[in-house]
């Protein structure tokens, strides 16, 4: 009895398989753009009954792949282009402003760059030695290949290699984590992420960085030089709804929706 | 000879369905060691081993690849929490089996199966927010060695617990019947008679709760600290071969990508190399005598 | 069923020997050992679960479980989400469950016949359980998504998913039916039963608690995993219409909602509590099915 019961179930199920033979557009990739692009997405559907906008996370180099291999039409991409990548077609969507952080105890006043630099050098290795507590200096270092790594080495002329931290993270909220209620620690963030957990009541605290705070807004000002582009790519000029998708994307409808994820919008 | 017929396709079909699942086996291996060999082939098997440290993405010399370190975190990772919830499941196993009241069972059954069905992100966030900080009093910087192994600990009690109790309570009740009649204690009954006629079950437990530990990957991810480096002691951080591919292959191409691929067949040959070692000391019960149709 | 029918050795306070008295220290040694044991490993799951209800429990109603995720679920509800879940466990235990007892069914009554099959299967499953999740979520992907051409829908990720409680459900069950005693099979042989009937109505039935606790163990990995499902079943949370839709699932959510998107925390802890409730349903279903069997046993025989 309770073999034919799943029988059946099994045959509905498989009936339900061939149902709507919709297209979707897919858009994969970075993980930090998909949320956003998933509430664009949605109000893109609103605006145009009848399309579908699918979007799966997966990582910025997935967001690559799949759209050189046609997998997807749309990836989405949390860095600015590298020179092996000019074959596809790059749209930016957002900025993100990358901030240093420590715990709220911290009494460090600000950084300069040439500090910062020291510190994760390890030739700083008391915050007493830059205007906080006498305590030992905790390194929270991204992992290798995320995009908020990479705009850090770069702004601060650092090699991954001459960095020896005691914490790798991986996420924006797992550095987060980390750093609160540790005074000892110091790491980097998505801006837009660490503000608003700051605000929330984390014990994080947003250093200001040769003087600029750092803020939503100074990123927006283009006043904070710590930033990453969020990009979506396709393999080909776009066409037909695809483009449309991506004309809206990047247009000043969805600048609420760039807000409310906490990113700035591209002007 | 309809019915013989019968027990013919019963057999093929049993068969069929444990070939498949072989098979299943074969097609992720194969699939692992295809995307590997691009590394393998470009890079060389020596260097996973030989090279001064793991910079894979490092554009200036091509990239270092040492797994050595990751390696040696994942065996520590796996020995701790196995040597921790070994004891600690076959302990409910025994709880439920021999000294609990019924419904103190049931309910003990149900907390487990919970535990199993707790997600890993969940396990990864409290050890983050609970765990780090209680071993950063102790010795800073807090993600450590010790913080993944009491993590997996708690996530693989639950495999251990219920499949040691159903190998427990597979244990004929003649035995235990027998033994008491004799006067033995319950110790003795428990560790003399119980424990001895349920041990391949009890090893199975273990096994697989050791294959979900060197498989866990989220949790351990955010509370290992991730640093790659042989760990001088539990309270150093270090980065297991699972974490080392969740965190790297989302930004991963070309050869890193491919050498993180690697670190998924290293992790495939020490999980077989665990299944042999514990292949010798299994020993293997079957039915077979009924089975000749 | 507390086994535990020892409770003195019926041996009277006076004859008691030192030897006695030393077996008594050491049974009470034991008990504490075992009990603290226990005591350790719910206190951890009520320490977990607390910190889940304090925070979670202000965000749970009625509409967090109807309605659809607004603001990248920041506010709204999770039932795409619920449902896709379901559909997923479904497709995985779909599948998982006849192909996992047959296995199991072939490891334990066929190992005389078919030694080197056995033997291979064995050690693959053994092998399988180690396989990282992730790794199957990549495997998964190439394999169901792209070269069975599934896309990213509920029926690659149940699929990927079932590769990943195969191992477990399979060893579970098969600890089950090892428990099953020969006399059972000697008996069914001797009156000439068919091997079939003989595991439909005799073999099956006494290895259920077996089976449950793989369904139990299977249905809790199947629910939890994150890593396998973000490149199989996918990241869409919109109701499905077909098991070719991408879903997103409740741990995927739960993991999206915690990790990637700022303010996400308290519906994070909330979705994970319903997993939960969901779960202790599921097991309690399982288990008093399994209870209620055996019981019915104990008046047969």
Redesign the interface.
């Known amino acids: 009895m309770r073999i034919r019961g799943f029988v059946a179930g099994l045959a509905f199920a498989l009936l339900a398989c061939g149902g709507t033979d919709q297209a979707a557009i897919v858009v994969t990739g970075?993980?930090t753009v998909a949320p956003l692009m998933a509430e664009i997405a949605r109000r893109f559907e609103e605006q145009h009954p009848g399309v579908r906008v699918d979007v799966q996370t997966?990582?910025?180099?997935?967001g690559?792949?799949d759209a050189r291999k046609g997998l997807a039409d749309v990836g989405m991409v949390s860095r600015a282009p590298k020179d092996s990548e000019s074959d596809l077609r790059w749209f930016m969507v957002a900025r993100d402003g990358v901030s240093l952080i420590v715990d709220a105890s911290n009494s460090v006043p600000g950084l300069s760059k040439e500090q910062v630099r020291r510190i994760y050098r390890r030739e700083i290795s008391n915050w007493s030695e830059v205007g906080g507590p006498d305590l030992?200096i905790?390194l929270v270092h991204k992992?290798?290949?995320?995009?908020t790594l990479e705009v850090f080495l770069e702004y601060f002329e650092l090699?991954?290699?001459e960095i020896?931290?005691?914490?790798?993270?991986?996420d924006n909220e797992?550095g987060i984590?980390?750093v609160a209620?540790?005074p000892?620690?110091i790491g980097y963030v998505s801006v837009g992420t660490a503000e608003y957990e700051a605000g929330r009541g984390t014990s994080i605290r947003l250093v200001p960085l040769d003087g600029v705070e750092a803020s939503v807004a100074s990123v927006g000002q283009g006043r904070f030089p710590l930033s990453r582009q969020l990009n979506i790519v396709t393999s080909d000029e776009p066409q037909g709804i695809v483009a449309e998708l991506i004309q809206f994307a990047s247009s000043e409808q969805v600048h609420d929706l760039v807000e409310a994820q906490f990113f700035v919008p591209v002007e | 000879m309809f019915?013989w017929s019968?027990?013919h396709l019963?057999?093929l079909?049993?068969?069929l369905?444990?070939?498949?699942?072989?098979a299943?086996?074969?097609?992720?291996?194969g699939?692992?060691l295809l995307?590997a060999f691009e590394a393998l082939r470009d890079i060389g098997p020596v260097r996973f081993a030989a090279d001064a440290?793991w910079?894979?993405?490092?554009e200036?010399d091509q990239g270092l690849y040492n797994l050595v370190p990751m390696l040696s975190a994942t065996l520590f990772a796996t020995l701790g929490a196995v040597l921790l919830a070994g004891?600690?499941g076959i302990?409910?196993a025994?709880?439920?089996?021999?000294?609990?009241?019924?419904w103190v069972?049931?309910l003990?059954?149900?907390?487990?199966?919970?535990?199993?069905?707790?997600?890993?992100?969940?396990?990864g966030?409290?050890g983050?927010?609970?765990l780090?900080?209680l071993i950063?009093l102790q010795a800073?910087?807090?993600?450590s060695l010790l913080a993944g192994i009491l993590i997996l600990a708690?996530m693989i009690?639950?495999?251990v617990?219920?499949?040691a109790?159903?190998?427990l309570?597979?244990v004929?009740?003649a035995y235990?019947?027998g033994a008491?009649a004799l006067?033995?204690?319950?110790?003795?009954?428990?560790f003399r008679v119980a424990i001895p006629a349920a041990r391949s079950?009890l090893l199975?437990a273990v096994?697989?709760g050791?294959?979900?530990a060197?498989?866990?990957?989220?949790a351990i991810?955010?509370v290992c600290?991730?640093?790659?480096a042989v760990p001088e002691s539990v309270f150093a951080?270090v980065?297991t071969?699972?974490a080392n591919?969740?965190?790297?292959?989302?930004?991963?191409?070309g050869d890193?990508?491919s050498a993180l691929f690697v670190t998924?067949v290293v992790?495939?040959v020490?999980?077989?190399g665990?299944?042999a070692v514990?292949?010798s000391f299994a020993t293997?019960?079957?039915?077979?005598?009924?089975?000749?149709? | 069923?507390?086994?535990?029918?020892?409770q003195t050795?019926?041996?009277s306070p006076m004859t008691r020997q030192p030897r006695q008295r030393h077996?008594?220290w050491?049974?009470g040694t034991?008990?504490a050992?075992?009990?603290l044991?226990?005591a350790?490993?719910?206190g951890?799951?009520c320490?977990?679960?607390g910190?889940?209800l304090l925070v979670g429990v202000p965000e749970l109603s009625w509409g967090f479980l109807v309605e659809a995720p607004i603001d990248s679920g920041r506010s709204g509800g999770i039932a795409p989400i619920l449902v896709s879940t379901l559909a997923i466990l479904a497709v995985c235990l779909g599948v998982s469950l006849?192909?996992?007892t047959?296995?199991a069914?072939?490891?334990?009554?066929?190992?005389?016949?078919?030694v080197r099959?056995?033997r291979?299967?064995r050690?693959?499953?053994?092998?399988?359980?180690?396989?990282?999740?992730?790794?199957?979520g990549?495997?998964g992907n190439?394999?169901f998504c792209v070269a069975l051409g599934l896309g990213f829908s509920i029926l690659s990720g149940g699929l990927t998913l079932a590769?990943m409680v195969?191992?477990?459900l399979?060893?579970?069950t098969e600890?089950?039916?090892?428990?099953?005693?020969?006399d059972y099979?000697?008996a069914a042989?001797a009156l000439g039963i068919?091997?079939?009937r003989t595991?439909w109505k005799v073999l099956l039935p006494a290895a259920l608690?077996?089976l449950v606790?793989g369904l139990?163990?299977g249905?809790?990995?199947a629910?939890?995993?994150?890593?396998a499902l973000i490149f199989t079943s996918g990241y869409v949370a919109r109701i499905p219409t077909s098991l070719l839709d991408s879903g997103r699932s409740l741990?995927l959510h739960?993991?999206d909602l915690?990790?990637n998107v700022a303010g996400g925390e308290p519906k994070a802890y909330a979705s994970?509590l319903v997993?939960?409730m969901l779960?202790?349903g599921l097991?309690?279903m399982a288990?008093s099915i399994s209870?209620r069997w055996l019981s019915r046993r104990m008046v047969h025989t």
């Open positions: 970075s993980s997966g990582g910025s180099s997935r690559i792949s030992p905790t992992a290798q290949g995320r995009s090699e991954d290699k020896s931290p005691d914490v790798v993270v991986g797992q984590k980390t209620g540790d000892r620690a | 019915q019968k027990d019963l057999l079909w049993l068969r369905a444990a070939s498949v699942c072989a299943i086996l074969l097609l992720v291996a699939f692992v995307e440290s910079h894979p993405a490092s200036a004891p600690l302990a409910s025994l709880f439920c089996q021999f000294y609990a009241p019924a069972a049931q003990q059954r149900r907390i487990i199966g919970l535990l199993s069905g707790i997600p890993s992100v969940v396990y966030f409290w983050l927010v609970v780090v900080p950063r800073p910087p807090g993600p708690i009690v639950p495999t617990a219920l499949i109790e159903s190998s309570a597979a004929p009740e235990l019947l008491n006067g033995i204690s319950r110790v003795g009954i428990i079950g199975t096994i697989l050791a294959g979900r060197i498989g866990e990957t989220m991810l955010m600290g991730n640093v790659v951080p980065r071969l699972t591919i969740a965190l790297e292959m989302a930004y991963a191409m890193h990508r998924g992790l495939l020490m999980v077989v665990l299944v514990t292949a293997e019960t079957t039915h077979a005598e009924s089975t000749h149709g | 069923m507390a086994r535990g029918m020892v050795s019926g041996v077996a008594r050491l049974d034991v008990r050992v075992v009990g044991c226990v350790a490993v719910v951890v799951f320490w977990i679960v910190d889940l006849p192909l996992g047959s296995a069914l072939l490891l334990s009554e066929l190992a005389a016949t078919d099959l056995v291979v299967v050690r693959s499953l053994d092998v399988l359980a180690g396989v990282p999740s992730i790794v199957f990549l495997f190439a394999f590769c195969l191992p477990i399979i060893r579970a600890e089950g039916l090892r428990s099953v005693p020969s099979r000697h042989a068919t091997r079939t595991i608690p077996g606790v139990v163990l249905i809790g990995r629910v939890a995993e994150t890593a741990s739960i993991y915690s990790m994970a997993l939960l779960l202790l097991i309690s288990l209870d």
